[in-house]
């Protein structure tokens, strides 16, 4: 069994128009407008800033290119290791691109935060989140972002013990559902991870 595939929930029906496990759903247009409102599809172009749409959040959400992704995470250093799996520290530019790209995944950055998400293939409108730093709001951006523009309604994130950014998780409404005994190596020695599962309502209440 997957990672992508250890939590579901019961929102099944209906997935996004357009999409098939494992393939993503149109991000979002330049000028703010939903896919099925616009008519046709636009995805965000890196670089874009990408506004809470409504929420009370602040913080602002900008895609990254792979390029560009890679580069954020190796400046970010010890915070980045375990960023959907991925160790920044040990691996080299080609092997943390080549593996963003077979997760199809998409990394941006709230305010100094770097985030990223992938979705989980078994469950289209579930994804799996990372983040590197404590920041709350980072988190609370990302998944206002992808309940409006990809539907999601569930969110994982797979978090090093004692690393950082369980304070994000745990401060924007998540919550711990399990732990990944020794599921991790790095310096040597192997580490547990932890889960932590969240739902759109908990995270962005209305």
């Not at 799996?128 to 969110?155: E, I, P």
């Not at 790095?186 to 995270?203: L, N, P, Q």
């Amino acid at each position: 069994m997957t990672d992508s595939a250890l939590v579901h929930d019961d929102n099944r029906e209906n997935r996004p128009h357009g999409t098939r496990p494992g393939r993503q759903a149109p991000l979002l247009r330049r000028q703010g407008a939903l896919p099925h409102e616009a008519g046709e599809h636009g995805d965000v172009r890196p670089g874009d800033a990408i506004a809470d749409a409504g929420s009370p959040i602040d913080t602002e959400l900008s895609l990254l290119d792979a390029a560009s992704a890679v580069v954020k995470l190796r400046e970010t250093g010890d915070a980045a290791r375990g960023f959907l799996g991925l160790d920044p520290v040990t691996q080299n530019d080609p092997l943390l691109a080549k593996h963003l790209s077979r997760m199809s995944a998409q990394v941006g950055q709230a305010g100094e935060t770097v985030v990223g998400w992938a979705q989980n293939a078994d469950q289209p409108r579930q994804a799996m989140l990372a983040t590197t730093s404590d920041d709350a709001d980072a988190v609370r951006a990302m998944v206002k972002f992808l309940a409006t523009y990809q539907r999601c309604t569930s969110y994982v994130a797979m978090v090093p013990a004692g690393a950082e950014a369980e304070k994000a998780f745990t401060g924007s409404g998540f919550r711990e559902i399990g732990v990944l005994p020794e599921h991790r190596y790095a310096g040597g020695t192997y580490h547990d991870v932890r889960v932590y599962f969240g739902r759109t309502e908990d995270t962005c209440p209305a």
